[in-house]
């Protein structure tokens, strides 16, 4: 199993950050899999961000809730996270990972700034 992210290095404060994590290996479809974001902002620990399992159920931080949205396509096996309203405490690398199994992406970092 792979995962990888991708998506804008660099997000202007206010704007929405979106990031891709592409899955090989299995489809994100597979139930008693679910497939998470995290991040980690320089200097501090990881961040539970949200997940959505095989079925399409999401779940989400409640510290986060009210700004992010975590959708798949299926098709491309792939899953999204939107983060509405950035700010500066928003940057962070960004991981995607597959649990219960514990795979990670490489994380990608992001930047808020105008």
């Known amino acids: 199993v792979q995962l990888q992210e991708s998506g804008p290095g660099l997000v202007a404060p206010s704007q929405t950050l979106s990031l891709t994590c592409t899955v090989s290996?299995?489809?994100?479809?597979?139930?008693?899999?679910?497939w998470s974001w995290v991040r980690q902002p320089p200097g501090k620990g990881l961040e539970w961000i949200g997940n959505?399992?095989?079925?399409?159920?999401?779940a989400h931080s409640p510290s986060l809730k009210s700004r992010t949205s975590i959708s798949r396509d299926t098709s491309q096996n792939q899953f999204t996270l939107q983060l509405s309203s950035v700010t500066p405490e928003d940057a962070a690398v960004y991981y995607c990972?597959?649990?219960?199994?514990?795979?990670w992406g490489q994380g990608t970092q992001v930047t808020v700034s105008s």
């Open positions: 990972s597959a649990m219960p199994y514990d795979y």
């Open positions: 959505i399992d095989g079925s399409g159920s999401t």
């Open positions: 290996g299995i489809p994100i479809t597979t139930s008693s899999w679910w």
